[in-house]
């Protein structure tokens, strides 16, 4: 162990000396950013092991319920969990947080805005998601019928992305929750760095246009809306991961789904900081056997963190993965096996200063939230043997993040005496000069 951990630090020396980690002034500002394919935290490598847990806001929204969002992130801190993704939408429906184009419920902003308040206190940054793709908690189809009561001339839920009406409904719903002040911390969410990222949407899919232009369009006029309004924070698609006319030879990675995206070209658009993949074999190649469904998972993922390297030139969020406990002949070994092949994909990017820079499960629960238990969910307590994989991998990451922070505190230090001597030989002309003997 001992030895791999010297060789580690051996072979990040190397790295460092070329290029990975120059040393540049950073501002101290806790907002996460972008250099090349990593991320940074005031200067330092930023590593991203986290979770999904969609419900923090709904159940935030009554109060009496907001011991369950701490006890959460309680959980989530103690096994050295770092990022949670949730949604920053509610669309139409039952409680909503926007009842009606631009009409907005305070009630359930409030348990945003406690959501956002509470992950400060537990040191757990915040992707949060702007609009979902499915019909649960409203998606594009509730903002299409609020255009067609509107009197628009809609005919599929596709019209999300090129009906001018309901873009500018979108656009309304993005100003609104960016220029959101927090009435628990007192903050607007556009300058708060307890947010790591923007998404745009929860899987955006267009099955009406395979070609992927029309996605494509829409994540650029969007990126470019998000950024008009923040430049503080990172910016991600919402991503699945499939391959698209762009690089026709990938395609035979993806599972035999057809839904207008395309990883490469949509990641490449300016104002998308990182890209995101998802992965369910369990869902996508349901008739495979587990060992089938692994290898897929292993091919997948690889090609992935190549292309964020190489192509993207960006870092990679694996951004929801899991294992249902619904799935034939499920067996808790199988959910750890699946999480460790994914932990270590990420580990060794990492570990090489790669792209890959964390992976959040789907989805985290504490105790007492039976209804919302959809096959996929880990309770901590509940769970020992994949909360033990979980919390190895927190414990790894962090190694790394310690020994690149070292390699760097190092390096400035080295910078520092440097340039103390060269003031000091300027002051007394030079180096040449020599006193005494």
Not at 127 to 148: E, P, T
Not at 248 to 276: C, E, H, V, Y
Request: charged share 20%; glycine share 8%.
């Amino acid at each position: 162990m001992e030895m791999k951990h010297l060789g580690l630090a051996l072979f990040l020396a190397v790295l460092f000396n070329q290029h990975l980690l120059t040393v540049h002034v950073e501002a101290r500002d806790d907002f996460v950013r972008t250099r090349g394919v990593n991320f940074l935290l005031n200067g330092n490598p930023y590593y991203a092991n986290g979770f999904n847990a969609y419900w923090l806001m709904y159940v935030a929204s009554d109060p009496s319920q907001r011991p369950k969002v701490s006890s959460a992130f309680r959980e989530a801190a103690s096994h050295g969990l770092t990022v949670a993704r949730t949604w920053a939408f509610s669309d139409g429906g039952y409680r909503p947080l926007q009842y009606a184009p631009g009409s907005y419920n305070e009630q359930m902003f409030q348990g945003l805005d406690f959501v956002i308040a509470e992950a400060r206190r537990y040191g757990i940054k915040l992707i949060l998601s702007l609009a979902n793709n499915y019909d649960s908690f409203g998606g594009k189809k509730q903002y299409v019928n609020w255009a067609r009561s509107q009197g628009q001339y809609v005919t599929s839920d596709d019209d999300f992305f090129t009906n001018p009406v309901v873009k500018g409904y979108y656009k309304n719903h993005v100003k609104t929750v960016l220029n959101r002040y927090n009435s628990f911390n007192g903050m607007h969410y556009k300058d708060d760095p307890t947010i790591m990222a923007w998404e745009l949407m929860n899987e955006p899919r267009c099955t009406s246009d395979s070609s992927g232009k029309t996605i494509q369009a829409w994540i650029m006029e969007m990126a470019s809306h998000v950024k008009s309004i923040d430049r503080n924070h990172l910016l991600e698609a919402g991503l699945e991961g499939f391959y698209g006319q762009s690089t026709p030879q990938k395609m035979r990675l993806n599972p035999s789904l057809d839904i207008g995206t395309d990883f490469i070209a949509n990641n490449q658009i300016p104002g998308i900081d990182f890209a995101t993949v998802h992965s369910y074999p369990d869902q996508w190649l349901s008739s495979s056997d587990d060992q089938y469904q692994l290898s897929f998972l292993n091919n997948w993922l690889d090609a992935h963190i190549q292309d964020a390297q190489f192509i993207l030139q960006k870092p990679i969020l694996l951004a929801e993965f899991g294992k249902s406990w619904k799935d034939p002949g499920f067996s808790p070994y199988q959910r750890d096996q699946l999480f460790n092949t994914v932990y270590y994909k990420i580990y060794s990017s990492a570990n090489r200063g790669g792209p890959a820079a964390g992976g959040l499960f789907w989805q985290l629960l504490t105790e007492g939230m039976d209804s919302f238990r959809d096959g996929y969910e880990i309770v901590l307590s509940e769970s020992s043997s994949t909360a033990n994989v979980i919390a190895q991998q927190s414990h790894k990451l962090d190694q790394i993040r310690k020994i690149f922070t070292r390699m760097r505190n190092v390096e400035r230090w080295k910078r520092a005496r440097a340039m103390r001597r060269g003031q000091w030989q300027s002051r007394n002309g030079g180096g040449g000069r020599h006193i005494g003997n």
